[in-house]
Each structure stands twice: as structure tokens, then as C-alpha cells.
């Protein structure tokens, strides 16, 4: 993965390698879209997504467990 890439497209390169995971197991239907969804809110670059997944409740997501 190049870092020009990354930089554009992930928060970070942790969030790129979290991202890139999370896509592999959602092809294979490990995890389900919803979570898939949350997992392009939490590590993807746009700040617009950012922002609601913060309105949205990330931090009730969080300690959910």
C-alpha cells in the first residue's frame, strides 16, 4: 500500500491496515454491512463521516460491550 494512497483515503496508515481487514471479513461475511458501514465511518478520511459518527453516538458504540 503506498502512503500518497493512504493518506488520501484513511485517517491513518493503522486506520488503513484496521479498514483493509474489516473489508476482507466482510467479504466473507464475518461481519455484516451495518458494521461494515461503521468501520468506513471510523477509518476513512472524510471528515464528514467523522463528524457523524461522532453525532451519531461512536462513543455509546464504544462502550456497548
Not at 5 to 24: G, M, Q
Not at 27 to 35: D, L
Amino acid at each position: 500500500m503506498s502512503s500518497q494512497k493512504t493518506k488520501s483515503k484513511y485517517r491513518s496508515d493503522l486506520f488503513a491496515a484496521i479498514h483493509e481487514t474489516a473489508s476482507d471479513l466482510f467479504r466473507v461475511g464475518i461481519i455484516n454491512k451495518e458494521k461494515m458501514e461503521q468501520f468506513d465511518k471510523w477509518c476513512l478520511a472524510n471528515p464528514k463521516l467523522f463528524k457523524r459518527m461522532v453525532e451519531d453516538g461512536y462513543n455509546k458504540e464504544a462502550t456497548k460491550k
